[in-house]
């Protein structure tokens, strides 16, 4: 029998009141499961061993001289020194500023001069070395301490390594003054376009989505998440930190993505908190594995996911039983469990956010009776709107509303929202919060919706319709996740605005463009053949394949191929993975331009 041990956001008030009262319930039971490369094993930390570590990292933040409401930053992967210094630094008064580690340097130096941040936590002698770059522009840092040794090389006298930093013993855990609408932290966006702006969430606002996505589902307290996604993304921050600290669950931290197939099977998750990139890239491997094997495999696997899907609407209560379900256990136990045990077996549940999600994609998963969740919101709503219950999903749909969370379709068809989720602002740029924010709460969220049975459907991105010369209108977002479901297609942008016809610039999968070549008769080795007309054509006909679905004026026309995936370094992707569209454009003017040559 799966048992619950909620703390509420009015017993918690603020969020290390949520942690205080987390060790104060089970002190022993274990919260965080973290792998330690000296002994070569998983190791098990309770709320009390946890409790006693953010005691030691508050008297060393003290020392510093920090004030409430002054802002610290780190920049590290996902550990459970993420939750100790946050902890610590929160139950001070401070304000954390999370940073992806894979940021630019440039944008680095932006949030921690815009946040005027007095402390920096890092992880390691790589992260120091991107610092440098910076280092003239870090002159607000009080204090950069890194959690393993690094070679201070020019002899900076604010870096220290966190086990010379700390005290030998703890004092108890301190706990500033409550105030539930208290800054907490300023989240920064990693916006496709311009410069990152500071969302600014208060402790009610996280929260009190927290415990809006308990209610909607059930987290129970034997309940163990993989944490992967990075902590400085707020989708893994309240779902994968916050929430397990109000439900009383564990958290396990993956040593790394490459390491995440092995970890998966090793921790043996209840619940995964993911994106659609991870779906996308088990769902191109299947594909390509049936595409390889016999016919007859391919076959079963259809009828498996045919049957998994028929299934799942039966118990959803949406279609009558049918006795072709009689054949899912056979189905379950030859094809559906080899799927589920690369998950680790055990899953009860995946959340797919930060991005959508396509529905052929979760019908494969769901038929596979891997439960997917697929839910949606924005750093500026702490992050979750609406998610789909586990009674009532349909995965065509982005969910229903969280408990309290008010959502309605204002001018444009753009969905609107206003609830104790949405934040406080942006920090230092009044003129951009009011761009997005009303007077009576409500945030324009930049999407178009329709609300149908209670359900909400995201239709497209205001700003990213491409209007053709022709004046037709296309959804390149739509278009690009249709062609990146073929595994084919690693990256995609779609480019047409004011122009006659769409084309498109493409990053193909290295194993799996080589193997078209050898079908084509060509030399994968051969660089030319990005250029050659019989693999453009091929290529237009895989991708044209992939948008049956769409207006007949939504074709792909001209193409131009990159062996060279666009990268995070380059600046063309942000840390969440996001292709930096204006970049790209840029960097390619006139490759584009050739595109279109004599139209």
């Known amino acids: 029998m799966h048992e619950t041990d909620l703390i509420s956001p009015e017993q918690a008030i603020t969020l290390p009141g949520a942690f205080r009262e987390r060790v104060r319930r089970t002190p022993n039971q274990v919260a965080y ?78 949030i921690l001069q815009d946040a005027g941040a007095r402390v920096l936590l890092i992880g390691d002698n790589k992260q120091w070395a991107s610092l440098r770059e910076i280092q003239d522009q870090l002159a607000g840092l009080a204090r950069i301490i890194s959690l393993e040794p690094v070679d201070p090389a020019g002899l900076d006298i604010r870096v220290v390594h966190a086990a010379a930093w700390l005290p030998d013993a703890a004092t108890g855990l301190k706990t500033h003054a409550s105030d539930p609408d208290a800054l907490a932290t300023i989240v920064y966006t990693s916006g496709t376009t311009g410069r990152s702006k500071g969302v600014m969430l208060s402790h009610r ?13 059930p987290i129970y307290t034997d309940d163990l998440m993989l944490s992967f996604l990075p902590l400085s993304h707020t989708l893994e921050r309240t779902l994968g930190y916050y929430l397990p600290i109000l439900a009383g669950s564990r958290v396990a931290y ?53 049957t998994g899907w028929r299934l799942f609407e039966y118990r959803q209560g949406r279609t009558p039983w049918s006795a072709s379900l009689l054949a899912w256990p ?15 077996g055990r899953l009860r549940f995946a959340v797919s956010g930060g991005a959508p999600l396509s529905e052929e994609i979760a019908r494969l998963f769901i038929g596979l009776g891997v439960n997917i969740q697929q839910g949606y919101g924005l750093t500026e709503t702490s992050p979750v709107i609406t998610a789909n219950p586990l009674h009532n999903n349909i995965p065509a749909s982005v969910g229903i509303p969280l408990k309290g969370i008010e959502t309605k379709i204002g001018k444009a068809g753009e969905l609107l929202t206003r609830s104790p989720c949405v934040m406080l602002g942006y920090w230092n740029n009044p ?17 178009q919706a329709r609300i149908e049975g209670g359900h909400i459907y995201i239709t497209g991105r205001l700003k990213e319709i491409i209007v053709l010369a022709t004046g037709e209108k296309v959804p390149p977002a739509d278009m690009e996740m249709a062609i990146t479901q073929d595994g084919l297609f690693e990256q995609i942008l779609i480019i047409g605005e004011g122009r006659p016809y769409l084309s498109a610039l493409v990053v193909p999968d290295r194993a799996l463009y080589s193997h078209l070549l050898r079908q084509l008769g060509l030399d994968p080795e051969q660089a030319e053949t990005t250029t050659s007309e019989q693999v453009t054509q091929a290529l237009l006909e895989r991708i044209n394949d992939s948008l049956h679905a769409f207006p007949g004026h939504a074709r792909i026309r001209r193409l131009a191929i990159q062996l060279e995936p ?34």
């Open 205 to 217: 606002n996280i929260l009190f989505n927290a415990a809006g996505c308990v209610d909607l589902i």
């Open 33 to 110: 499961i973290q792998y330690a490369a000296e002994s070569c094993r998983w190791q098990e930390y309770t709320w009390a061993d946890t409790a006693a570590e953010v005691s030691r990292w508050q008297q060393a933040l003290q020392a510093e001289g920090l004030k409430p409401g002054e802002r610290v930053a780190l920049m590290l992967r996902n550990c459970r020194e993420w939750v100790i210094f946050d902890q610590a630094a929160q139950g001070l008064g401070l304000v954390t500023v999370p940073i992806f580690t894979n940021d630019q340097p440039e944008n680095v130096s932006y």
């Open 431 to 447: 003129s951009a919060t009011r761009q997005v924010l009303d007077s009576e709460g409500w945030l324009q969220t930049g999407d």
């Open 254 to 306: 993956a040593r790394s993505v490459p390491q995440l197939a092995e970890d998966l099977v090793t921790i043996k998750p209840t619940i995964l908190i993911s994106v659609p990139r991870i779906f996308e890239r088990i769902h191109a491997r299947i594909q390509a594995k049936l595409e390889e094997g016999p016919a007859l495999a391919a076959r079963l696997f259809q009828q498996t996911v045919a």
């Open 566 to 599: 666009w990268s995070i370094d380059q600046g063309l992707v942000t840390p969440t993975l996001k292709l930096r569209k204006s970049r790209i454009m840029a960097q390619y003017g006139a490759l584009i331009e050739s595109l279109y040559t004599g139209h």
């Open 330 to 344: 056979l189905l379950q136990r030859l094809v559906a469990s080899k799927v589920q045990a690369r998950l680790g």
